[in-house]
């Protein structure tokens, strides 16, 4: 169970809220009713920061959907559903019985949440908080990335117990400002303005930020926008490097990406080192792109690999070699999957 401080309760002006210890005050971006407050953890310097949304239809105030920037003084990207009505009854939460929850971003596809990505909320003194709800997972990820591209939120909860559904809309007016605001719960540090920095040695700077771990997302094809989980031989790709980070307020400011292939011929297996080298920030060559997410770096890699009857590619590697403002380095290395074309 996730263990929620007390949710700001806000006055009826939206002004003031009763935080837990260390929290910043809570601040209202202007004409919205999105509201944000900025902290960080006295001693670990953790991103502890939230973002609030009111629902759209509801005066009382009691139904909010609140961004964590971080779980039990963990750097940790969540979402909590607090609602004047019960979500889900103490007996129900004791069962492990969690309401089916449905979201949509704009108009895009409604999106049913996994059973696994939900989770009750409990006061410190582990009392199941039946009016609110935990999120987790990519999904909390995605309502993130639609928010900050102006899209708003719509959730339905159709509870264990059965009765009426509930639905909450939530507008994205402000949410990238205040998302801005919080460092999209990343470090609180000041950000280095990339690559526009002077480098210091890493003696001097400190070490890179701590890599928790990386994985590649999805794959679009550049020509039909078709999205994959690996690269399909002969089309070409924009594929997502995500590496996960513990921030230290170190920024990347260039990277580097070597490649090579593995492949199967005639049934023996073998391994081809490419000399392609793309860039961040891009040259004259492939665009390659980079933008941050909360403890997240994420690269947008354009991939490419040829469909050949005589050979089937089964993987393309990446090393990706990170530059920091501090003038640490790192590198990382991470398989993608090749489907052949035929």
Not at 277 to 288: E, H
Request: net charge positive.
């Amino acid at each position: 169970m996730r263990t929620l401080p007390l949710l700001p309760r806000l006055t009826a002006l939206l002004c003031a809220a009763v935080l837990p210890a260390g929290a910043g005050a809570v601040d209202r971006v202007p004409g919205t009713h999105t509201y944000y407050s900025v902290s960080k953890d006295p001693i670990t310097d953790v991103n502890t920061s939230s973002v609030t949304l009111q629902e759209i239809n509801d005066s009382s105030v009691q139904t909010l959907f609140r961004l964590n920037c971080a779980d039990g003084g963990v750097p940790d990207l969540w979402a909590s559903l607090t609602s004047k009505n019960t979500l889900i009854p103490a007996a129900d939460a004791d069962l492990g019985l969690m309401p089916a929850v449905t979201i949509r971003l704009g108009d895009d596809a409604p999106i049913v949440l996994p059973g696994g990505d939900l989770t009750s909320v409990v006061t410190p003194n582990d009392a199941v908080k039946a009016e609110s709800l935990a999120l987790s997972g990519a999904t909390v990820r995605r309502i993130v990335n639609g928010l900050n591209a102006g899209k708003r939120l719509v959730v339905r909860v159709n509870r264990a117990a059965g009765g009426q559904a509930l639905t909450y809309t939530f507008a994205a007016n402000g949410f990238a400002t205040a998302w801005a605001q919080v460092r999209g719960c990343g470090a609180l540090t000041a950000r280095a303005a990339a690559p526009q920095v002077t480098l210091t040695s890493p003696a001097a700077g400190g070490a890179a930020p701590k890599f928790t771990r990386w994985y590649f997302t999805t794959c679009r094809d550049a020509g039909s926008g078709a999205v994959r989980t690996g690269l399909l031989a002969g089309s070409a790709h924009l594929c997502d490097l995500v590496i996960e980070t513990v921030p230290n307020g170190a920024q990347p400011v260039s990277a580097s990406f070597s490649y090579e292939l593995e492949y199967r011929e005639r049934n023996a297996a073998g391994k081809l080192k490419l000399d392609t080298l793309d860039r961040w920030p891009s040259g004259a060559g492939p665009v390659t792109r980079y933008r941050p997410n909360g403890n997240q770096l994420i690269f947008t890699l354009p991939l490419n690999v040829r469909a050949r009857p005589d050979r089937v590619y089964t993987s393309i590697n990446v090393t990706a070699d990170i530059l920091f403002s501090n003038g640490s380095r790192k590198k990382v290395y991470e398989p993608l999957p090749v489907k052949p074309a035929f």
